[in-house]
């Protein structure tokens, strides 16, 4: 059956599209314990796909293990994300999502990500062209505004999203200058599914299945991000946490356990020089708080071969357990 954000199970679970982080290793090691949950990937550049970047090409491989898998694309030409959802769907991509939402200083400078924001007549063109030109389903993740939330405006800017074809639209509770500071705020976003007849995805804080289910109220689901550094089992709780019919018995894995899977299916995605020299940040958030968590962050940030890792994993489980 050919994926629709209109007929997949309710409340929807969604892990965030989140650069050096959710490549294909992340998601396969979500999706084994939590294999519901709807993975995005890290949002890649129309533009590089429309010229046939190799680089990009490698962020939207996807193993069958991940599907449905949203790919997220972001630019500002409206015929490069045409170009660019036909090469992510050629490659298994169900779905396109569109970032409106980025706050990183150099992909503003470039007009891209939430930089939209401020020019609502291309972000509704890209959304018609792309939706126009393609068979998946165009859905688009943005946030409360770029300097202040305006609710006039915000409203506006969604509802032409909604009318330019966008089948979802997932909001983060911040604004750009925000980034990712303070609190995020999801009263506009309940708000905006009472205006609108589209799916809508709330993002921003959660960090736990409780947070999940008091955030949710009238929306069509959440989505997960940064509480999942070093904690990817965090999807597996919060999706059975919505749906406790469907909670596992089989034993979950030990954090080193799950450190060691996870370098496994990063070598197998990226080679062992790449992979090694990417799964650092995610050590020191897996043993991030452990006894002598500094020193040994000194240490997992320098890794460079499976071998070394495996062994400082094993030292840190020996030494967790005196």
């Not at 009318?163 to 609190?183: D, N």
């Not at 080679?271 to 240490?299: D, I, T, V």
Request: charged letters at 25%; hydrophobic letters at 40%.
């Amino acid at each position: 059956m050919k994926f629709s954000w209109t007929n997949i199970d309710r409340p929807i679970v969604a892990l965030a599209p989140m650069e050096g982080y959710t490549d294909s290793a992340f998601r396969q090691l979500v999706k084994l314990y939590a294999p519901s949950v709807i993975c995005f990937t890290e949002f890649t550049s129309a533009d590089a796909l429309k010229y046939n970047s190799k680089v990009s090409k490698n962020k939207i491989n996807i193993d069958p293990l991940e599907q449905p898998v949203i790919v997220q694309l972001f630019g500002k030409h409206p015929d490069h994300f045409v170009e660019a959802a036909k090469q992510a769907e050629a490659m298994g991509a169900v779905a396109i999502d569109i970032n409106m939402g980025c706050p990183a200083k150099k992909v503003i400078a470039s007009k891209h990500g939430s930089a939209l924001l401020k020019n609502p007549d291309l972000a509704t063109e890209i959304v018609h062209n792309l939706v126009q030109n393609t068979s998946l389903d165009v859905s688009v993740k943005t946030r409360l505004g770029f300097s202040e939330f305006n609710e006039k405006y915000f409203y506006s800017f969604c509802k032409n999203l909604a009318q330019a074809g966008a089948k979802l639209l997932t909001i983060h509770g911040r604004t750009t200058r925000q980034g990712y500071s303070g609190k995020a705020n999801w009263e506009p976003i309940y708000k905006l599914k009472e205006r609108l007849n589209i799916p809508i995805i709330g993002n921003g804080d959660i960090d736990s299945p409780k947070t999940a289910i008091e955030r949710l109220k009238n929306l069509d689901g959440i989505m997960v991000g940064r509480a999942t550094f070093g904690n990817p089992l965090i999807m597996k709780h919060i999706y059975e946490a919505f749906y406790p019919e469907k909670t596992s018995t089989a034993p979950l894995p030990s954090l080193f356990e799950l450190a060691k899977k996870h370098i496994d299916l990063s070598i197998k995605t990226k080679g062992e020089k790449r992979a090694m020299l990417e799964m650092r940040k995610h050590l020191a958030m897996y043993f991030k708080g452990f006894p002598h968590a500094a020193s040994y962050r000194n240490r997992l940030v320098r890794v460079s071969t499976q071998d070394e890792a495996m062994k400082l994993i094993n030292e840190i489980e020996e030494n967790s357990l005196i």
